[in-house]
T-cell receptor
């Protein structure tokens, strides 16, 4: 089955800096890659997703890039703010309606 | 308000007892899922259902059971056979079991078994 590796497990940045989280996947058939943000004690919320026919997608301060050849995708957060502090999960699947295969998460801390 | 509700938020049980976690959605979604989350781990799939009266095992189904008698409800029973049941349980739903659709998560239930 699909195996998703996520790095780093923890990341600390200063407010205003950029943060990058990287994930690799094993199944070349995977074609949908969402990123979720989870705040303490809450369920994850989708922040951005990308399909395999797109190399990059941006939504304000958040962007995701996908390299299908290398089987890795990354989350980029620019101009970080303290409210960006949370755990971020990447995931991969063949179709989004099927169960997602999650990475182990990255705990991001943005210090003022 | 539309969304997914999970109750209760915190649940305590004695070892050897079965316990049922509730998950209800009013989004008219076809697909529903149960995930388990442990500290430092990603979300691991327990069971999923693509349509009423049908469900499939996920990666860690042993010691769990589910039912899908109604479209809006997907309860999870943690049985006494589950060796390490203490965890954070998340329910999710998706508009369909095919295509590119977001999975929406509920707020979770934290189960503690002593």
């Amino acid at each position: 089955g699909e195996n998703v590796e996520q790095h780093p497990s923890t990341l600390s940045v200063q407010e205003g800096d950029s943060a990058v989280i990287k994930c690799t996947y094993s199944d070349s058939a995977s074609n949908y890659f969402p990123w979720y943000k989870q705040e303490l004690g809450k369920g994850p919320q989708l922040i951005i997703d990308i399909r395999s026919n797109v190399g990059e997608k941006k939504d304000q301060r958040i962007a995701v890039t996908l390299n299908k050849t290398a089987k890795h995708f990354s989350l980029h957060i620019t101009e970080t703010q303290p409210e960006d502090s949370a755990v971020y999960f990447c995931a991969a699947t063949v179709l989004s309606g099927y169960a997602l295969n999650f990475g182990k998460g990255t705990s991001l801390l943005v210090t003022p | 308000d539309g969304g997914i509700t999970q109750s209760p938020k915190y649940l305590f049980r004695k070892e050897g007892q079965n316990v049922t976690l509730s998950c209800e959605q009013n989004l008219n979604h076809d697909a529903m899922y149960w995930y388990r989350q442990d500290p430092g781990q990603g979300l691991r799939l327990i069971y999923y259902s693509q349509i009423v009266n049908d469900f499939q095992k996920g990666d860690i189904a042993e010691g769990y059971s589910v039912s899908r008698e109604k479209k809006e409800s997907f309860p999870l029973t943690v049985t006494s056979a589950q060796k390490n049941p203490t965890a954070f349980y998340l329910c999710a739903s998706s508009p369909a079991s095919w295509g590119f659709y977001e999975q929406y998560f509920g707020p979770g239930t934290r189960l503690t078994v002593t």
